[in-house]
Antibody
C-alpha cells in the first residue's frame, strides 16, 4: 500500500524558512521510474508544481521559485524534504507531495496535503 | 513554460448527464496529458494518464481523448460522487508539470 504524508509547521512568519517533510511508504525512493514532486495550491486556486527529485537524486525546480527552493531525500528514512526560504503571504497554500512515475509523468499517489499559513 | 487552458471554467450538470471538458496546451505535447479529480479539502486523484489511459481502479465512465494540443475529458453518465473540480496536467516537459485552471462540475 503506497502512502505519502506531509508534515511541518502550519504557521510561519514572513521572511522565515519553511521546511516540509514527505514521509513515504509502500515504495522505495530509489525505485526506478519513481520520484517525488512537491506542489502547492493557494486557497481557491489551481495547482502549482514546485520541485522534483528523481530516483538517482537529480533535482528540478520551478523556474519562478528556484532561488528559494531546495529538495532533498533520505532514502533510508523514506523521506523527502522541501525547504522554501524568504516566505511571504503569497506562499500561503496547501502543500502536497506526490509520487511521480516517469512513465507518462503520472502523479499516481498524493499526500493529504498540509495547509501552511504565512502570517505575523 | 507550457501553458494549459480549460473550458468551461464551470459546468452545471445533473446525475446521468454527459459532461465534456476541453483542455488546450500552448504547444504540442503529444499524449503527455493527465486528468485529475479534486474534491474540497482533498488531494487530487489521478483519473487518466497518457491522454486516454484509465488509471487502475477508476470507473469506466471516465474517458479521455486527444493528442498534440487539444484534449477532451468526458464523464459519460455523471454520478453523485463525481461533483468535483477537474484539472488537466501536461507532462511533456517532465518533470516541469503545469496544470490547467480547473473546471468545477456542480
Amino acid at each position: 500500500q503506497v502512502t505519502l504524508k506531509e508534515s511541518g509547521p502550519v504557521l510561519v512568519k514572513p521572511t522565515e524558512t519553511l521546511t516540509l517533510t514527505c514521509s513515504v511508504s509502500g515504495f522505495s525512493l530509489s525505485s526506478a521510474r519513481l520520484g517525488v514532486s512537491w506542489f502547492r495550491q493557494p486557497p481557491g486556486k489551481a495547482l502549482e508544481w514546485l520541485a522534483y527529485i528523481s530516483p538517482n537524486d537529480e533535482k528540478s525546480y520551478s523556474t519562478s521559485l528556484q532561488s528559494r527552493l531546495a529538495i532533498s531525500k533520505d532514502t533510508s528514512k523514506s523521506q523527502v524534504v522541501l525547504t522554501v526560504t524568504s516566505l511571504g503571504p503569497v506562499d500561503t497554500a496547501t502543500y502536497y507531495c506526490a509520487r511521480t512515475d516517469s512513465n507518462w509523468g503520472s502523479l499516481d499517489f498524493w499526500g493529504q496535503g498540509i495547509l501552511v499559513t504565512v502570517s505575523s | 513554460d507550457i501553458q494549459m487552458t480549460q473550458s468551461p471554467s464551470s459546468v452545471s450538470a445533473s446525475v446521468g448527464d454527459r459532461v465534456t471538458i476541453t483542455c488546450r496546451a500552448s504547444q504540442r505535447i503529444s499524449r503527455w496529458l493527465a486528468w485529475y479529480q479534486q474534491k474540497p479539502g482533498k488531494a487530487p486523484k489521478l483519473l487518466i494518464y497518457a491522454a486516454s489511459d484509465l488509471q487502475t481502479g477508476v470507473p469506466s465512465r471516465f474517458s479521455g481523448s486527444g493528442s498534440g494540443t487539444d484534449f477532451n475529458f468526458t464523464i459519460s453518465s455523471l454520478q453523485t460522487e463525481d461533483f468535483a473540480t477537474y484539472y488537466c496536467q501536461q507532462a511533456n516537459s517532465f518533470p516541469r508539470f503545469t496544470f490547467g485552471p480547473g473546471t468545477r462540475v456542480d
